[in-house]
């Protein structure tokens, strides 16, 4: 987006290269610090907020977390997991899988105080943190994107309003549109030396699909945990995820 002068949609990198290729984690960067394009100044990560380098949280740079409703994220979370599996049937059984969730036993420790810790973070330091939901951004993209685009300081101009720069960036990063390129559906990644099909990278990107998957004892237990660790913060999700 902010690199919007230098592509358009029909020229973008994505639709060569899949998005996780585009912009270099901050793990790459530490061991290959000129793995990142000087015009593109992005950075992904996982690492929990309390854990960023005293570099970034003093810098003027800016963060932003997308959060997704836990129960959904468990959910693509452990379908990801279990295609990486060496031999199908071998990874864990998704009750057994979502225990270990519920004990904080996940990827950069446990999802909620995770999740809490940038929630937080953008309240006390909105200019520095946004925190923008999954859900909310699913059901209409554009104004998110109009602000994501403010909060970076590369505001979108009326022309550009007026003449459809909004859509055509909602258009292209669609998971419609993104999972139906051939670089996502056949393509090939090695992150931390493990082969990755892109395709796992795009299994549905449904708001609620966890339905499908967590008994209603599951779905309480999570929600029970979310009511007690999130009182008082005034995050909330929709009842509908």
Request: proline residues 7%.
């Amino acid at each position: 987006m902010g690199d919007r002068n230098r592509y358009d949609t029909s020229t973008s990198p994505l639709l060569s290269k899949i998005s996780h290729d585009c912009i270099p984690t901050l793990a790459k960067l530490t061991k290959e610090p000129d793995s990142r394009e000087p015009g593109i100044p992005l950075v992904g990560t996982h690492t929990p907020y309390t854990a960023l380098p005293k570099s970034i949280l003093d810098s003027d740079c800016k963060i932003v977390y997308i959060c997704r409703e836990p129960k959904d994220a468990f959910v693509a979370l452990y379908h990801f997991l279990a295609k990486r599996a060496p031999k199908k049937n071998e990874f864990v059984s998704l009750e057994e899988a979502f225990d270990l969730f519920c004990q904080g036993k996940s990827f950069y420790g446990p999802y909620l105080d995770h999740v809490l810790g940038f929630w937080k973070a953008s309240q006390a330091r909105p200019g520095k943190v946004l925190f923008p939901k999954y859900e909310d951004m699913m059901k209409d993209t554009a104004p998110y994107v109009k602000r994501l685009a403010e909060f970076m300081g590369y505001p979108f101009s009326l022309e550009e309003e007026e003449a459809g720069a909004v859509q055509r960036i909602v258009d292209l990063c669609g998971f419609e549109n993104m999972s139906s390129l051939e670089v996502n559906k056949s393509g090939l990644r090695k992150p931390h030396e493990v082969k990755v099909e892109n395709s796992f990278y795009f299994r549905k990107g449904r708001i609620g699909d966890w339905k499908e998957y967590l008994t209603p004892e599951m779905a309480e237990r999570l929600d029970k945990m979310m009511e007690q660790k999130f009182a008082g913060t005034g995050l909330t999700f929709l009842v509908s995820c």
